[in-house]
């Protein structure tokens, strides 16, 4: 199997394979077209509950619910995003899907596929409960992609960042769920296997990279986030290079938490910035809502340090060079 190899902060997650490159580019430049009537993705939360205390995450300390998100507000939220025509759905958020109950599973992901839009859905996971009955449901509703993020190539490393979990038995699930592609003859989901490169796995990114080239459809190495300011620096390495121009994420993507309120940011896990409630609101009167018109007004006159949660994030992403922001 040919891997893609990803690296940068700045590489999309769901970056397809070399030979479409120039057509998503374009698909890209197009879509961004229809960015201020509606959403390019929503992220959101099915759960809030995870199973790892992984130490370059500060979801330990959240003091909001971990439920799951209520069935009839993800209902309205599916069936709105469907009327906007939103092109792609995240179910993630601060949460980890694979610790839902199968029923559940079938159930969110059913009502996503019951809708004549078809979204694309891509999900996050740290791949430890991904069992058959699991990667079975992802292929009876055509999951997109799966990022699976591991940390590190040796459990030595690995269990001492992603804390509650064991490599071989997320290793061993990853094989399982591509041989069982294999035997189906599917294409789907997408598989990317992903490091988060800190100071403590620095060491074993050449390993990581020779342990998984070939085994899946993508590697890739990411950036550190220190999660709008919420972690210090000390997990970082290389050279730091601040992004000056306006972050394209609010006005690309929606974030909404299980609990139905809307965040600026993806990496908001505390709901520090709230810019609306899907309880009292409409996915479009929240995407056009004032608090979010401010936070993009800010960010275009290159005032987005002015937002307490902007200041002190290291991540602020340049826009595509297809991205077409609110004047």
């Known amino acids: 199997m040919a891997t893609k190899v990803m690296h940068g902060q700045d590489v999309p997650a769901w970056i397809r394979g070399p030979a479409i490159q120039a057509?998503?580019?374009?698909?890209?430049?197009?879509?961004?077209?229809?960015?201020?009537?509606?959403?390019?993705?929503?992220?959101?939360?099915?759960?809030?509950?995870?199973?790892?205390?992984?130490?370059?995450?500060?979801?330990?300390?959240?003091?909001?619910?971990?439920?799951?998100?209520?069935?009839?507000?993800?209902?309205?939220?599916?069936?709105?995003?469907?009327?906007?025509?939103?092109p792609s759905l995240y179910p993630n958020g601060f949460g980890e899907i694979l610790t839902m109950r199968d029923q559940l599973v079938d159930k969110y992901l059913g009502y996503i596929r019951s809708k004549k839009h078809r979204f694309e859905i891509g999900l996050n996971s740290n791949?430890?409960?991904?069992?058959?009955?699991?990667?079975?449901?992802?292929?009876?509703?055509?999951?997109?992609?799966?990022?699976?993020?591991?940390?590190?190539?040796?459990?030595?490393?690995?269990?001492?960042?992603?804390?509650?979990?064991?490599?071989?038995?997320?290793?061993a699930n990853v094989h399982r769920l591509m041989e069982l592609r294999r035997e189906l003859g599917l294409a789907y989901p997408r598989v990317r296997i992903g490091l988060i490169r800190i100071s403590e796995n620095e060491h074993e990114r050449p390993a990581f990279m020779e342990k998984w080239n070939g085994k899946v459809d993508f590697v890739g190495i990411g950036g550190f986030t220190n999660r709008a300011g919420s972690l210090d620096a000390s997990f970082e390495v290389g050279e730091h290079i601040p992004v000056t121009g306006a972050c394209v994420l609010p006005f690309r993507d929606l974030n909404i938490w299980a609990d139905g309120k809307a965040v600026l940011c993806c990496d908001d896990w505390n709901e520090s910035y709230v810019v609306g409630n899907l309880n009292e609101e409409s996915l479009e009167q929240i995407w056009h809502g004032p608090a979010l018109k401010k936070a993009r007004e800010l960010h275009m006159a290159g005032r987005g340090a002015d937002l307490d949660i902007c200041r002190s994030c290291n991540m602020w992403r340049a826009p595509m060079r297809t991205a077409r922001l609110w004047a």
């Open 23 to 86: 057509m998503d580019l374009a698909r890209s430049g197009i879509e961004s077209l229809a960015w201020p009537r509606r959403p390019q993705a929503v992220n959101f939360e099915i759960t809030a509950q995870c199973d790892a205390r992984c130490i370059h995450c500060p979801r330990h300390e959240m003091d909001r619910s971990q439920r799951p998100m209520d069935f009839e507000l993800f209902t309205r939220l599916i069936d709105q995003a469907a009327e906007l025509g939103v």
């Open 127 to 171: 791949g430890f409960r991904l069992t058959e009955s699991k990667i079975r449901l992802f292929f009876k509703h055509e999951v997109d992609f799966i990022n699976i993020t591991l940390d590190g190539a040796t459990a030595e490393t690995f269990e001492k960042i992603r804390v509650n979990l064991k490599l071989d038995q997320c290793e």
